[in-house]
């Protein structure tokens, strides 16, 4: 059974550019969570998707965004970069309906400069 | 400002040894609980969950305790191998009314370091 796929693994962006990541999760899970992970603030929830809607949001910006298609996969969209925007994003899927098991991807390595 | 980086915990042990690593969460009606495994570069990978009916949850050479009372968890990990080497992060999730759903909110994370 494949895992959670994150692309691109690595991305470097200029400041005030915007950038789209990508993640397609385990095959039957239709929830997926984003995820923000930094030195500085740990790993921090972004939002989670469950059948093309949003049902949950953390505190960030509305420059950040995502969506997610009919076959589960999402994207996650942040605008007008900023340096501090330099992070590992990671995405965890699960089957979405009560608690269960969340699964990692490897990540996508945003760098903005 | 200057964003100041988290001070993780650190454990070192040897080989063979049991390690221990705990945790404190936040919400005391949080009713599941994950430990996760993060090596360098990669995302965080699934060890063993915990649901807040339960006091404790044994897996291959992993044990998860839960005490509700002073909101505390520990992940014990017998016969510690260097490949065990990575940081260890708890994360809890408050789904009640469903109001929290696919949100996990994780500790700072434990660096745990095996010698040979």
């Known amino acids: 059974k494949a895992g959670v796929t994150q692309t691109p693994r690595y991305l470097i962006k200029t400041r005030g550019q915007q950038v789209t990541l990508s993640c397609s999760p385990i095959?039957?899970?239709?929830?997926v969570s984003w995820y923000q992970q930094t030195p500085g603030q740990g790993l921090q929830f972004l939002f989670e998707?469950?059948?093309?809607?949003?049902?949950n949001k953390g505190n960030f910006p509305g420059r950040f965004s995502g969506r997610q298609f009919s076959n589960s996969r999402s994207e996650m969209n942040v605008s007008t970069l900023e340096l501090g925007d330099s992070a590992l994003y990671l995405c965890?899927?699960?089957?979405?309906?009560?608690?269960?098991?969340?699964?990692f991807g490897q990540g996508t390595r945003l760098t903005v400069v | 400002g200057e964003s100041v980086g988290l001070h993780l915990p650190t454990l070192s042990v040897q080989e063979g040894d049991n390690s221990i690593i705990n945790c404190a969460y936040s919400?005391?009606?949080?009713?599941?609980f994950i430990w996760y495994k993060q090596e360098s570069g990669k995302g965080p990978q699934f060890i063993i969950d915990?649901?807040?009916?339960?006091d404790k949850r044994q897996g291959q050479r992993v044990t998860v305790l839960l005490n509700k009372t002073v909101k505390h968890l520990s992940l014990q990990i017998a016969a510690t191998q260097p490949g065990d080497s990575a940081v260890y992060f708890c994360?809890?999730?408050?789904?009640?009314?469903?109001?929290?759903?696919?949100?996990?909110?994780f500790g700072q994370g434990t660096i745990l370091t095996v010698h040979p």
């Open positions: 919400n005391s009606a949080s009713d599941y």
């Open positions: 095959s039957g899970h239709r929830s």
């Open positions: 915990i649901r807040s009916n339960m």
């Open positions: 994360a809890e999730n408050f789904n009640a009314g469903g109001t929290s759903y696919g949100k996990l909110t």
């Open positions: 998707y469950f059948s093309e809607t949003q049902r």
């Open positions: 965890a899927s699960s089957l979405g309906q009560g608690i269960g098991e969340a699964f």
